[in-house]
């Protein structure tokens, strides 16, 4: 897949979820695994929390996101969408790093399920214990 001179490209990740975005000049278009963005993800609230980047730096119209993603749930593929959407508009505009990091949209969440261990019913949870 060539990549125009004026596109960029970022990673961002959430939980198992990758989301590889491609952010080009355009006119506001947000395009997920080849679904209109409405398509992929219907719910309002998420949609909006996916779109906080571009809200809060002002950029709304100014670009079109084309953005691959894998593995994870839908929360999961939103924040990692929004993890490489603001990663993406950092690395096209330096000076809405300082707005970005702010807000906090530049930081990965490491938080990943833990895993069971044998002999127990679940990660933390624990048979009942018996002195005698």
Known sequence: MAVAKDEI???GRRKCAVARVRLAPGTGKVKVNKQDFTEYFPNDT???YVTQPLMITGT????DVVANIRGGGPMG???ALRHG?????????SELRGVLKESGMLTRDSRVKERKKSGQPGARKRFQFSKR
């Open 46 to 48: 998420v949609r909006s």
């Open 9 to 11: 490209l970022a990673v």
């Open 85 to 93: 959407i603001a990663r993406a508009l950092q690395l096209a505009k």
């Open 77 to 79: 593929q939103a924040g």
């Open 60 to 63: 709304t119209g100014a670009y």
